[in-house]
């Protein structure tokens, strides 16, 4: 049988009946699984209905002190000087006496346009149009299953192969994940297959969540690892001066996981890149040519996101946390995300950081700025 034979049948067969097994409430289609506990005891349908509003509140409070660029019959924005110098720290973007320079007119535009769609998705008013929680709602089939019950053929053909899914080796994943009650299959972990994308619980590289784009089966998961976390409201108000500690506060909540996977779903060219990392792992280095980009770890987090920006302007365009960080910041006004990176940001005695002639920008970005006092930004 054929994959389009298969999914034809499927989808007549079982999109319009419930999953097996016990019903799951809430979320996908409603067979998200989130009206239940997670497996360390929270309340996963609470914790759901509050973080899709943190996300929109973190990306409404952002795009309101993002002014949108002149139409060319009025003044071009004038911007706060905090939030000139967190779009220059996430994304390489220049000012001029607080307007935007005409270099950096289309990376912002773009940026600006990703937190519409943030916000058109993540609606308060309809919390879970596309969220799973728990990966339980899958089976890992090595083989196609029956049409009939939809349970695994244990003689029929390889899934991976049928569904032409490769791994990073160029070989056919050993099976597919089979969605109870939709149409679609997904991709597992590489490394540890027939634990799904999420991974075991309690492994150390398990995952937060994961999204699941279009063409097909699309949307959020939310793992067990996720459930950890709080909710940006239980934390209230940041602690002002906090320094990084604070920031990562915030940022390690299930508010921000969502937003993370929201930015995911409504852009599918940004991408979790690899860590920005200078040579020899000097943090002090600001010879920002030397950096490189190296893996396993991914540019996650406030410290990374600032340093691709830093490093590498235009790729930071395309990592999902420097949209993230650069929001969180902007929505929560207490945290000290400029800190101390505020060095980096000033240019000899000038007041404002982006008062600077080109040939001072373009001395700060091959490193001739003194940042001896910067301290270490990691801790």
């Given at each position: 049988m ?5 999914e ?10 419930d999953?097996?097994g ?7 289609a ?5 009206g239940?506990?997670a497996?360390?005891g929270?309340d996963?349908e ?13 990306g409404?409070?952002g795009?309101?002190?993002l ?15 905090k ?36 916000l ?10 596309f ?10 089939y090595?083989?196609m299953?029956?049409?009939?019950d ?13 569904y ?6 160029g ?20 490394s540890?297959p027939p ?21 097909g ?5 939310l793992?067990p690892?996720t459930?950890v ?15 990084a ?5 915030f ?32 943090w002090?280095n600001t ?29 930071a ?8 960080m ?5 929505a ?17 005695r ?17 490193g001739g700025?003194?940042?001896?006092d ?6």
């Open positions: 054929t994959r389009e034979e298969f034809a049948i499927f989808q007549i067969n079982f999109l319009l009946v999953p097996p016990p019903p799951l409430i809430g979320g996908w409603g067979k998200g699984g989130c239940r506990k497996p360390n929270v996963m609470s914790v759901v209905l509050q973080s899709i509003p943190d996300a929109w509140n973190v409404k409070k795009l309101d002190r002014p949108p660029l002149s139409d060319g019959s009025s003044q071009p924005p004038k911007f706060d000087p939030v000139s110098g967190l779009l220059f720290l996430f994304f390489g973007l220049e000012f001029r006496e607080n307007a935007l320079k005409k270099i950096s007119e289309s990376a912002y535009k773009s940026v600006r346009d990703i937190v519409l769609k943030i058109a998705v993540a609606q308060p008013i309809n919390p879970k149009p969220l799973r929680c728990l990966e339980d709602a899958a089976d890992y090595e083989r299953p029956n049409v009939i939809g349970m695994e053929n244990k003689t029929g053909e390889f899934a991976g192969k049928v032409d899914r490769k791994m990073d080796n070989q056919y994943y050993p099976g597919l994940m089979f969605v109870r009650g939709d149409l679609g299959v997904y991709m597992p972990r590489q540890d634990n799904g994308q999420c991974g075991a619980i309690g492994a150390p590289d398990s995952e937060f969540a994961f999204t699941l784009r279009p063409p089966l699309t949307g959020i998961v793992c690892r459930f976390y709080p909710t940006l409201k239980s934390l209230g108000e940041p602690t002002a001066n906090g320094g500690a604070e920031v990562t506060r940022y390690r909540t299930v508010g921000v996981v969502v937003l993370h996977e929201i930015v995911h779903y409504v852009a599918h060219q940004i991408n979790d890149l690899l860590q920005p990392v200078p040579p020899g792992w000097d002090e010879d920002w040519s030397q950096w490189a980009m190296l893996g396993p770890a991914k540019a996650y987090g406030f410290v990374n996101a600032a340093f691709m920006g830093l490093a590498f302007p235009r790729q365009l395309n990592n999902v946390d420097n949209y993230v650069l929001l969180l910041c902007l929560y006004d207490q945290l000290d995300c400029l800190g101390k990176f505020q060095p980096l940001l000033q240019v000899q000038r007041q404002q950081p982006f008062q600077a002639s080109s040939r001072n920008l373009e001395k700060r970005r091959m700025v003194d940042i001896a910067r301290g270490d930004p990691w801790t």
